[in-house]
């Protein structure tokens, strides 16, 4: 099987979705955009996580991660990691926060480079799907992130900014 063809794997539990996870995080080359509840047990306070993310962020200047999360709250309690490089990376890595109006998405999700997706079908479902070399759907995911990415603000609390 070529590297470019079309695959989608089904995922059907926790370990599953964490581990496409780290397929997504580990294969974006310049970009990556995730969309979660509040990130806390889906891996992101692992050093392995942490360095799947730094080594994006050091590849290139350019490079961009941005999170966005219903409730950034426990992202500063419980990945310590995750705020290490939100310091370090200020500058090409956000986090911000959904309007209460937005509270209603409940499907998480994640692209890389604009053809790896990730989602799940509710954030109390284990059930998701896994893409790769799918431009398209990674595409429309990419477009609702952007439009919830606007009406969005960046969050208090997991400013890098403090007194």
């Given at each position: 099987?070529s590297?470019?063809?079309?695959?989608?794997?089904?995922?059907?539990g926790?370990?599953?979705?964490?581990?496409?996870?780290d397929?997504i995080?580990?294969?974006?080359?310049?970009?990556?955009?995730?969309?979660?509840?509040?990130?806390?047990?889906?891996?992101?306070?692992?050093a392995?996580?942490?360095?799947?993310?730094?080594?994006?962020l050091?590849?290139?200047p350019?490079?961009?991660?941005?999170?966005?999360?219903?409730?950034?709250?426990?992202?500063s309690?419980?990945?310590?990691?995750?705020?290490?490089l939100?310091?370090?990376?200020?500058?090409?890595?956000?986090?911000y926060q959904?309007?209460?109006?937005?509270?209603n998405?409940?499907?998480?999700?994640?692209?890389?480079?604009?053809?790896?997706?990730?989602?799940?079908?509710?954030?109390?479902?284990t059930?998701?799907?896994l893409g790769?070399?799918d431009?398209?759907?990674?595409?429309l995911?990419?477009?609702?992130?952007?439009?919830?990415w606007?009406?969005?603000?960046?969050?208090?609390?997991?400013s890098?900014?403090s007194?």
């Open positions: 099987m590297d470019a063809t079309l695959q989608h794997i089904n995922l059907s926790s370990a599953d979705y964490v581990a496409a996870l397929t995080c580990g294969s974006a080359k310049h970009n990556l955009i995730i969309f979660e509840k509040d990130f806390v047990n889906i891996g992101f306070e692992t392995t996580r942490f360095e799947m993310l730094r080594n994006l050091l590849a290139n350019n490079n961009r991660v941005q999170l966005l999360a219903h409730d950034t709250r426990p992202m309690q419980y990945c310590p990691r995750l705020m290490m939100l310091r370090q990376f200020g500058h090409n890595m956000f986090i959904t309007p209460k109006h937005l509270q998405v409940t499907e998480p999700f994640a692209v890389a480079d604009d053809s790896q997706f990730l989602r799940r079908f509710h954030f109390d479902d059930r998701g799907l790769r070399n431009v398209e759907m990674a595409r995911l990419k477009s609702r992130f952007t439009e919830m606007q009406a969005s603000q960046p969050s208090s609390s997991t890098t900014f007194l």
